[in-house]
């Protein structure tokens, strides 16, 4: 599985963005999919993940209530949708992926995952 991240960009405080994570490869449809970021001189943090079927989802409490997560598996992409963001929600934005079985739980640490796209760069203005 490749993934490939994109829609980051600069926005002002309370803005919005999407960001898309998409994929390749015939086993994406077997695999849970998680984002994560990174501020410079920070530990990489869970933001949101999302079930192979998308039918459960797990929302940081950071970003909870600003976030939401889901996919597509027809285009093989999942997204985050980011609202209100900060200026603290400055980060590269990663997604990440692995291989579960239909019932297992989501995890939010990035070593359980083995998937990782190359990362976007959200900045938010003051």
């Known amino acids: 599985v490749q993934l490939q991240a994109s829609g980051g960009g600069v926005v002002q405080a309370g803005g919005s963005l999407r960001l898309s994570c998409a994929a390749s490869?015939?086993?994406?449809?077997?695999?849970?999919v998680a984002w994560f970021r990174q501020a410079p001189g920070k530990e990489r943090e869970f933001v949101a993940a999302?079930?192979?079927?998308?039918?459960?989802?797990d929302i940081a409490d950071s970003v909870k209530g600003r976030v939401t997560i889901s996919r597509d598996s027809a285009k093989k992409t999942v997204y985050l949708q980011l609202n209100s963001l900060k200026p603290e929600d400055t980060a590269v934005y990663y997604c990440?992926?692995?291989?579960?079985?239909?019932?297992?739980?989501?995890?939010?640490?990035?070593?359980?995952?083995?998937?990782w796209g190359q990362g976007t760069q959200v900045t938010v203005s003051s």
């Open positions: 990440a992926a692995k291989s579960v079985i239909l019932t297992a739980t989501l995890s939010s640490a990035p070593s359980a995952y083995t998937y």
């Open positions: 490869g015939p086993t994406f449809s077997r695999c849970a």
């Open positions: 999302i079930s192979r079927s998308g039918s459960s989802a």
